[in-house]
């Protein structure tokens, strides 16, 4: 996760509507190799430093990985619905991957946002806005976005520990529960 988004829909704070056009043309656009991580925590970004690490290009939502399938899953990340079928999830899954939520819950599971967009493929969709590069010049980008709701996804991990209990399992890693 990144902050590169269009400040019409920050909260956290809200910015006056008159700064939006300058917030629009004065951000840097994304790079993988710069821009830093936004909320995701020391490890995320400890992580994308690492030797052999990519990262994928999408502004606000950006996968970094490593290993011999890193390429599969981080290359071709559209902007559009970037959570969905053409998104770094997508191929994890595709690759039977597992995930691991280390000191936290379900509630961020980011990877319940990949069946929230399957279940609801129609929508709902919004207007995202990102500054990027393009052909070696920055931009100004929109595309569409599946406006999706995590609130339920804490409620959706128990129900799959519920119903498949050999499918999850809880241990410590130092001192996070995992």
């Known amino acids: 996760m990144s902050h590169l988004s ?3 829909h920050w909260r956290n704070p809200p910015v006056p509507e008159s700064w939006w056009q300058s917030i629009r043309d004065e951000t840097p656009a994304f790079d993988p190799r710069l821009t830093p991580t936004a909320y995701m925590g020391a490890i995320v970004e400890c992580f994308r430093h690492a030797p052999g690490v990519r990262r994928s290009a ?17 290359d071709d990340h559209a902007l559009d619905g970037a959570m969905g079928e053409a998104s ?3 191929r994890l ?12 819950g379900h509630a961020n599971n980011t990877s319940l946002h990949l069946a929230e967009a399957r279940a609801e493929p129609d929508g709902p969709w919004g207007t995202e806005g990102s500054p990027v590069l393009v052909d070696g010049e920055r931009r100004w980008v929109t595309y569409t976005s599946h406006d999706g709701d995590a609130s339920d996804f804490e409620a959706c991990g128990a129900a799959f520990a519920a119903s498949a209990p050999r499918a999850e399992r809880t241990g410590p890693v130092g001192a996070a529960t995992t």
């Open 93 to 104: 899954y595709d690759l039977d991957a597992r995930v691991l939520l280390l000191g936290v």
């Open 58 to 74: 999408h502004p606000t939502v950006s996968f970094a990985a490593v290993g011999p399938h890193r390429d599969t899953i981080v």
């Open 88 to 90: 770094p999830l997508a």
């Open 6 to 8: 269009d400040p019409a």
